[in-house]
Nanobody, 111 residues
Framework: VQLQASGGGLVQPGGSLRLSCVASGSVFRFNHMYWYRQAPGKQRELVAAITIGGNTNYADSVKGRFTISRDNAKNSVQLQMNSLKPEDTAIYYC??????WGQGTLVTVSS
């Protein structure tokens, strides 16, 4: 199983980014999917989750700003991030419910 995350970059506060994670080697539609992040000097934390049925859950710190979605036809999960703040700066990782992790994509929010 491979999870390939992409879409990170440098953005100004208040800006937006869209992360994508494409899965291969697994039956994607049978997996819940997650986005985690790890900021410098901090533990990895769960940001958003989406179930097989499309139900979503978010960390309090990103509610109302981030949206997780999935496209089973493309074996992909996305994280739309709006109104970004400097404290959102982190490496973002996707993960599936089998425990496989993507390689991470860096998001830097800075002016």
């Amino acid at each position: 199983v491979q999870l390939q995350a992409s879409g990170g970059g440098l953005v100004q506060p208040g800006g937006s980014l869209r992360l994508s994670c494409v899965a291969s080697g697994s039956v994607f539609r049978f997996n819940h999917m997650y986005w985690y992040r790890q900021a410098p000097g901090k533990q990895r934390e769960l940001v958003a989750a989406i179930t097989i049925g499309g139900n979503t859950n978010y960390a309090d710190s990103v509610k109302g700003r981030f949206t997780i979605s999935r496209d089973n036809a493309k074996n992909s999960v996305q994280l739309q991030m709006n109104s970004l703040k400097p404290e959102d700066t982190a490496i973002y990782y996707c993960k599936d419910s089998q425990g496989f992790w993507g390689q991470g994509t860096l998001v830097t929010v800075s002016s």
